[in-house]
T-cell receptor, first 115, second 111 residues
């Protein structure tokens, strides 16, 4: 069964550094998402992306965050200047649009640790 | 804003049925989902239900939806030790729209 893959599985970064989290969505999916889960808290929506632009974003997704689909397969989340509170598990998801509901399928996540 | 609530822990004996409950506040919720997270892994889609349905069954899984009370449940029949995981309830207001998650219910299955 096709799956969403995320790299790296664990990223350790110094505060203030830029970090890029990578995702390869399921190949025929057209909607892409990033979520995050701070330890002990709920999974929270960050941003959704369709047709090469952001379709929705949450309050969390401020100017420090950006997303990009640099080629036909990758979908990236960049955090420009990381803060301690950015430490979390980041999940990428994708969904299709072939009629009916297309549920979101998630990757295994990237654990981001900010020192 | 929308909110999804779940109890945090559930412990059952192997072979018994597990029932995980969820309540949500958004009356425009269109789709409701159950995801499973095993240790160190991502969110695995288990099943979902459209808001015009009351029940959906898929092998050992039964989803019940009470739209009036905004209550969703997941029943796992003949629970096995491999079912031990965190189960997340989530809702969305339409197709390809952001999911709102509950905090997850940690299911422990005792052999």
């Amino acid at each position: 069964e096709p799956e969403v893959t995320q790299t790296p599985s664990h990223q350790v970064t110094q505060m203030g550094q830029e970090v890029i989290l990578r995702c390869v969505p399921i190949s025929n999916h057209l909607y892409f998402y990033w979520y995050r889960q701070i330890l002990g808290q709920k999974v929270e929506f960050l941003v959704s992306f369709y047709n090469n632009e952001i379709s929705e974003k949450s309050e969390i997704f401020d100017d420090q965050f950006s997303v990009e689909r640099p080629d036909g397969s990758n979908f990236t989340l960049k955090i420009r200047s990381t803060k301690l509170e950015d430490s979390a598990m980041y999940f990428c998801a994708s969904s299709g649009i072939d009629g009916g509901n297309q549920p979101q399928h998630f990757g295994d996540g990237t654990r981001l640790s900010i020192l | 804003g929308e909110d999804v609530e779940q109890s945090l822990f559930l412990s059952v004996r192997e072979g018994d049925s597990s029932v995980i409950n969820c309540t949500y506040t958004d009356s425009s919720s269109t789709y409701l989902y159950w995801y499973k997270q095993e240790p160190g892994a991502g969110l695995q889609l288990l099943t979902y239900i459209f808001s015009n349905m009351d029940m959906k069954q898929d092998q050992r899984l039964t989803v019940l939806l009470n739209k009036k009370d905004k209550h969703l449940s997941l029943r796992i029949a003949d629970t096995q030790t491999g079912d031990s995981a965190i189960y997340f309830c989530a809702e969305s207001s339409g197709r390809n729209t952001p999911l709102v998650f509950g905090k997850g219910t940690r299911l422990s299955v005792i052999a």
